[in-house]
């Protein structure tokens, strides 16, 4: 699968710390990026495929940290230096959404984050927003 075949949405090279748990085991990494509807996290231990887990995503200026589901969709299980776009070992997530509610608002603090990272203009004219 392609790196356009896994992605719906316009990405930003974004780090944020994340935090889940594992067979009673805490771990925290972090994203390499972030979309509205996913993020990349680098882990040398990634869940297999599939796996539907809670994890908290610490936002700048948040002061409460994301707490998200989110389901893995692809893995990376090693460094590949000839290929950017898996150039670290890691996990897709997908983000699943309580409610549109949470979607709506976790949306707009990646927006953020996007405009941020990526400045206003090019942020708007990626996303089509006039």
């Known amino acids: 699968m392609t790196e356009d075949e896994r992605r719906q ?3 930003a090279p974004i780090e944020l710390k994340v935090e889940y748990k594992k067979m009673n085991t805490f771990f925290a990494d972090y994203t390499k990026n972030i979309s509205k509807g996913g993020t990349f996290i680098k882990t040398d231990k990634p869940l297999p495929i599939g796996t539907e887990f809670v994890f908290r995503l610490v936002v700048p200026v948040q ?3 994301f707490e998200l589901r989110g389901c893995v969709m692809w893995i990376n299980l090693e460094h590949h230096p000839t290929d950017p776009e898996r150039s670290d070992p890691g996990m897709g997530i997908k983000f699943l959404y309580v409610d549109d509610k949470q979607r709506s608002d976790f949306e707009g603090h990646v927006e953020k984050l996007m405009t941020n990272e990526l ?3 090019l942020v708007k004219k990626l996303v089509k927003k006039n």
């Open 9 to 11: 949405h316009l990405r």
């Open 63 to 65: 002061n409460d940290p």
């Open 119 to 121: 400045g206003e203009h």
